[in-house]
């Protein structure tokens, strides 16, 4: 059973729509993060969520990007209004603890197709 | 963040052991070395993790070098599902919680 559960595994959208990108952790752990991959790229850094607000984002989190812990489980990403550049696999990690001595578990991702 | 190097590429034959070297020459006291993979079409998913002694889980052994200034991520008998993207990441007290990857070791296994 996966540690984290990502929705939808694929996701085609129109340029301009919003897209909301789900993450449910297993269990209830306060860290946080989502990474994306264009395909061929490296994985990259999005931002980071520690009981429930943003730790610290990247200069690719830009104000078309929020995260969101809505429920108090499940997670999202969302993309106000999407460009074909945002086209890529978006992943979700969650983390015990401080990262730099601990393993984090990625979820299995979601590829977002806009076109 | 602490920067590493490593091979773009390396070839394996199945049930041999690989040897994947990183290469952290600027590795601060408290930096931990952590490597996670990525097969074809999924998400990274942790290896393994290091301070300074050599480590060995059901995945992999990690062996680091007495000045820390390089590791090798030992698989002691390739699969075929060991095929993937391997990377090699430093973790210390003066960066932040996120991880970053850089480009990785392809790793080929052939039958």
């Known amino acids: 059973e996966p540690e984290v559960t990502q929705t939808p595994s694929h996701q085609v959208t129109q340029m301009g729509q919003e897209v909301i990108l789900r993450c449910v952790p297993i269990?209830?752990?306060?860290?946080f993060y989502w990474y994306r991959q264009i395909l061929g790229q490296k994985v990259e850094f999005l931002v980071s969520?520690?009981?429930?607000?943003?730790?610290?984002k990247s200069e690719i989190f830009d104000d078309q990007f929020s995260v969101e812990r809505p429920d108090g489980s499940n997670f999202t990403l969302k993309i106000r209004s999407t460009k074909l550049e945002d086209s890529a696999m978006y992943f979700c990690?969650?983390?015990?603890?401080?990262?730099?001595?601990?393993?984090?578990?990625f979820g299995q991702g979601t590829r977002l197709t806009v076109v | 963040d602490a920067k590493t190097t490593q091979p773009n590429s390396m070839e394996s034959n199945e049930e041999e052991p690989v040897h994947l070297p990183c290469n952290h020459s600027?590795?601060?006291?408290?930096?931990?070395i952590h490597w996670y993979r990525q097969l074809p079409s999924q998400g990274p998913e942790y290896v393994i993790h290091?301070?300074?002694s050599n480590v060995n889980n059901r995945m992999a052994s990690l062996a680091i070098a007495e000045d820390r200034k390089s590791s090798t991520l030992i698989l002691h008998r390739a699969t075929l599902r060991d095929a993937a993207v391997y990377y090699c990441?430093?973790?210390?007290?003066?960066?932040?919680?996120?991880?970053?990857f850089g480009t990785g070791t392809r790793l080929q296994v052939f039958p």
């Open positions: 600027t590795i601060s006291g408290t930096d931990y």
């Open positions: 990441i430093l973790r210390g007290l003066d960066n932040t919680d996120k991880l970053i």
């Open positions: 969520f520690y009981n429930n607000e943003i730790s610290e």
């Open positions: 269990s209830n752990h306060l860290y």
């Open positions: 290091g301070l300074t």
């Open positions: 990690a969650r983390v015990t603890g401080m990262v730099k001595n601990t393993e984090a578990f």
